[in-house]
């Protein structure tokens, strides 16, 4: 059963970076897309980005000026890191497993992880 | 960016009752667009995808019809555990996008 698990501060400062790591269980992270989801607190979802095993990458276009995504396949982890981060940046992060192809639906999520950005 | 609607916002009923939740693209998404069951303080779970196909362990009382920009999920018979919240995703054009979700709450 494949299994994802986001870890990374809990708390990140205003204008800081905010970085997470997905670690990958179960499974293999080539051949598939993983992507990166935050919710706000009571809010819907968000898609950040995606990153395929072999590196190449697409991000939402609201957030492309400060998104990064990477990927370390001898680890089994891909990460985010998210620049210059104000309160709207609080939210839940999912990481999530998109199959072969790029636009191919999220079927394993990670439980995800509260980011809050306060001072 | 595609805008995706839903409705109703929120709905109450009982269980055996008949939902529809319907999904609206801004645009003709062919049919690709995925539906999620997310319950509090958990991660969403795909339940249907390309529009009418069910994920793999996914009860058959959920399904999913349309294509173009028009789409419903219908739960047959609501079950105690799908009290939930339901949302729809486009995955015809990045940025990929959801709506804004439809809470099923008890009557």
């Known amino acids: 059963q494949v299994q994802l698990q986001e870890s990374g501060p809990g708390l990140v400062k205003p204008s800081e970076t905010l970085s997470l790591t997905c670690t990958v269980s179960?499974?293999?992270?080539?051949?598939?897309?993983w992507s990166w989801i935050r919710q706000p607190p009571g809010k819907g979802l968000e898609w950040i980005g995606y990153?395929?095993?072999?590196?190449?990458?697409n991000y939402n276009p609201s957030l492309m000026s400060r998104v990064t995504i990477s990927v370390d396949t001898s680890k089994s982890q891909f990460s985010l890191k998210l620049s210059s981060v104000t309160a709207a940046d609080t939210a839940m992060y999912y990481c999530?497993?998109?199959?072969?192809?790029?636009?191919?639906?999220?079927?394993?999520w990670g439980q995800g992880t509260l980011v809050t950005v306060s001072s | 960016d595609i805008q995706m609607t839903q409705s109703p916002s929120s709905l109450s009923a009982s269980v055996e009752d008949r939902v529809t939740i319907t999904c609206r693209a801004s645009?003709?998404?062919?049919?690709?667009l995925n539906w999620y069951q997310q319950k509090p303080g958990k991660a969403p779970n795909l339940l249907i995808y390309?529009?009418?196909s069910l994920q793999s362990g996914v009860p058959s009382r959920f399904s999913g019809s349309g294509s173009g920009t028009d789409f419903t999920l219908t739960i047959s018979s609501l079950q105690p555990e799908d009290f939930a919240t339901y949302y729809c995703?486009?995955?015809?054009?990045?940025?990929?996008?959801f709506g804004p979700g439809t809470t099923v709450g008890i009557k």
């Open positions: 999530a497993r998109g199959q072969s192809a790029y636009y191919s639906p999220f079927d394993y």
């Open positions: 179960g499974g293999s992270i080539s051949n598939y897309y």
């Open positions: 990153i395929h095993y072999s590196g190449s990458t």
């Open positions: 645009q003709s998404i062919t049919s690709d």
């Open positions: 390309e529009a009418s």
């Open positions: 995703q486009q995955s015809h054009r990045i940025p990929f996008t």
